[in-house]
């Protein structure tokens, strides 16, 4: 009963994160059961220090992670070619989008520049973090993102947005 409850408490935003990382709704329904699967076998863990809709989110951010490191290898040897920081994209670009137009683009991108874009820009994790967590450079998490971002000015601009 109680995992029942859970599961309907955090299913429909959980399944929005997992989109996110996902490449697709398919990859997204996987990764939404193996983070349910993972959440109630790990369940005991939760310490009830911070907040549950937080430790959960973790939890499916973690697993949707997992899912991509065992199905795909993330280059290595990205260089970081002229990577400057540049401003991130106008709000007056993305207040004119629906939710479903902006995930229609980030699923667009390539799965390292998917994962590392989401991290980064929605999730809040740092590159030395997102370097832990994904076994690569802070070079090639910062090259990713530089990329990711580049990519999504390039699709908003042929939007005309």
Request: aromatic share 12%; net charge positive.
């Amino acid at each position: 009963m109680a995992e029942y409850q859970l599961y309907h408490r955090f299913a429909p935003k959980m399944y929005g994160v997992c989109l996110r990382y996902g490449g697709n709704e398919t990859d997204a329904e996987e990764i939404l059961q193996l983070g349910f699967i993972r959440l109630f076998h790990n369940l005991y863990q939760f310490r009830f220090e911070g907040s549950l809709d937080g430790w959960v989110k973790r939890v499916f951010v973690t697993t949707a992670i997992n899912y991509y490191k065992k199905q795909l290898k993330f280059k290595q040897n990205v260089e970081l070619n002229n990577a400057n920081e540049d401003a991130t994209m106008q709000e007056d670009s993305l207040s004119v989008m629906t939710t479903k137009e902006l995930l229609a683009i980030i699923q667009s991108l390539p799965t390292g520049y998917r994962t590392i874009f989401s991290m980064h820009e929605i999730e809040g994790y740092g590159h030395k973090e997102i370097a832990s967590l994904l076994g690569i450079s802070e070079g090639t998490s910062k090259s990713q993102l530089h990329l990711a971002r580049h990519s999504v000015r390039r699709m908003l601009k042929e939007r005309g947005m």
